[in-house]
């Protein structure tokens, strides 16, 4: 190693001479680029990096931040809209069931209100049947008032002209019961 | 008209020196201190050309940093977004930190990204310095590219070390071979560590020359091509066709060490923190 730098700095030795070409070697820069890179560093390291990493690391944090805002902003309304849609939607439900269940009470009032309209028919028919009847059984009475008076009538006219004929009473007897039961 | 010797010339203006020219005043006189006797080696500790511009490249970042971190910091208190030159700054000390360091070492990487970001922007300045009317690339120095390569091995080695431990740092050097076991498996291993060790010394090397020979091929290129007008120059009705064309092609290459000073120093860095994440990574 010492042979190699003797070899290096043959030029060297000759202290009075100025450097003629790029390829000598003076170990004394060494010292120099040493002593100048190091404090280099150390001011740099002490003066300037911070300010411009730091600066550029905020802005680097800020705007992480606010993309996490963002993204939470953006979560946030997603979950506002699911909640309205969800509203929405069991709202709908609501109306519906709302709907049906009128639509069923009005089933009910129809058919209650048909049901009650064919009672009362009915109800009137009977009374009208039971009138009929009442009416009926009033004339056949009066009917047969008239015909018992028409067939005295006639009996009373039969007896002027065959007054004592017995058997002739009998026949119109026979035959006002004949009437009777064929009614 | 005579032709100067156009390789001295090229040579001469890539070479370290003791003077520095500076526009309109004349050349800066360097002070000269005497030789310092460190074992066997001599050291003169003397200030060069490259060693000014050093301390230029590093004014010049730090100035760049700060201004900047001062700008957003201003930026930052008025709520606004950051814009122009601070912006910019801003960008590049957040590529450096996270494609980088952070991409290549890992989590660990934020301990490293300010040793890696100040590598990054010294190596830039350093090598853009040589672009600049009167400047000098100290880059173009195999001493400033190899102390520069020999904090990048420490920073490796000893990262490596305190990551690993003991026993794990060992086994980088004489690792332990798979499907082996037994005298076999360690005489194996202890044949691997001049390999391993060799491999550990060609990285800082490798550093070393890449950008030493980058930077300075470069301006070998531009000197080679002025000199061209100096070769050329004499042919009577051609001379300004010579120069014109001469100056066109060194305005093509100086594009390219533009692209060049950035690449390399993204290069450097981006290969310091590949080795220090292998080193971190290794099991």
């Known amino acids: ?183 | 008209m005579q032709v100067p010797d156009i390789g001295e010339v090229v040579l001469h203006h890539t070479a370290d020196a003791w003077t520095v020219e500076l526009p309109f005043i004349g050349e800066w006189h360097l002070p000269r201190w005497p030789d310092v006797h460190v074992g066997p080696l001599v050291v003169n500790l003397s200030p060069t050309k490259h060693v000014v511009f050093l301390i230029v490249a590093a004014i010049l970042v730090f100035l760049t940093m700060w201004l900047a971190g001062r700008s957003l910091k201003k930026q930052r208190a008025h709520e606004r977004a950051p814009k122009g030159f601070a912006n910019a700054i801003e960008a590049l000390v957040f590529f450096v930190r996270d494609e980088i360091a952070i991409a290549n070492i890992g989590h660990d990487g934020a301990k490293f990204a300010p040793y890696i970001m100040t590598l990054f922007f010294f190596i830039l300045y350093c090598n853009l310095l040589g672009l600049v009317p009167y400047g000098s690339t100290p880059t173009g120095n195999l001493a400033v590219t190899g102390a520069l390569a020999l904090t990048s091995f420490l920073v490796i080695e000893v990262s490596g070390f305190l990551k690993l431990g003991p026993k794990g740092y060992l086994h980088t050097i004489f690792p332990p071979v798979p499907g082996m076991k037994g005298v076999g498996a360690t005489v194996m291993s202890i044949a691997m560590g001049p390999i391993e060790l060799l491999g550990k010394l060609v990285k800082p090397f490798a550093l070393t020359v890449r950008l030493f020979g980058n930077m300075t091929a470069g301006h070998f290129v531009i000197l080679s091509l002025m000199g061209l007008i100096f070769l050329f120059g004499h042919l009577t009705g051609w001379n300004w066709a010579i120069g014109f064309s001469s100056a066109a092609l060194v305005l093509g290459i100086m594009l390219l060490e533009l692209f060049v000073a950035f690449l390399q120093a993204y290069v450097f860095a981006l290969l310091t923190a590949v080795f220090i994440g292998l080193m971190q990574h290794e099991h």
């Open chain 1, 1 to 183: 190693m010492t042979a190699v730098v003797l070899a290096l700095q043959e030029g060297e030795h000759a202290a009075a001479r100025a450097p003629s070409s790029p390829f000598e070697v003076n170990f004394g820069l060494f010292f120099w680029t040493w002593v100048v890179f190091i404090l280099l560093l150390a001011v740099l390291y002490k003066f300037a990096f911070p300010a411009i990493l730091k600066a550029t690391e905020e802005r680097e944090q800020r705007i992480k931040h606010q993309l996490a805002e963002a993204e939470r902003m953006n979560a946030e309304a997603r979950a506002m809209m699911e909640q309205h849609q969800r509203l929405l939607a069991s709202a709908k439900e609501q109306a519906q069931a709302l709907i049906n269940e009128a639509k069923l009470v009005a089933q009910h009032e129809r058919e209650a209100l048909l049901q009650k309209a064919r009672d009362e028919q009915d109800q009137i028919l009977e009374r009208a049947k039971r009138e009929i009847e009442a009416e009926r059984e009033r004339a056949v009475a009066a009917l047969r008032r008239e015909a018992v008076d028409l067939s005295l009538a006639a009996a009373s006219k039969l007896l002027q002209e065959r007054l004592d004929d017995e058997a002739n009473r009998k026949l119109v007897t026979q035959y006002l019961g004949s009437l009777e039961t064929k009614h």
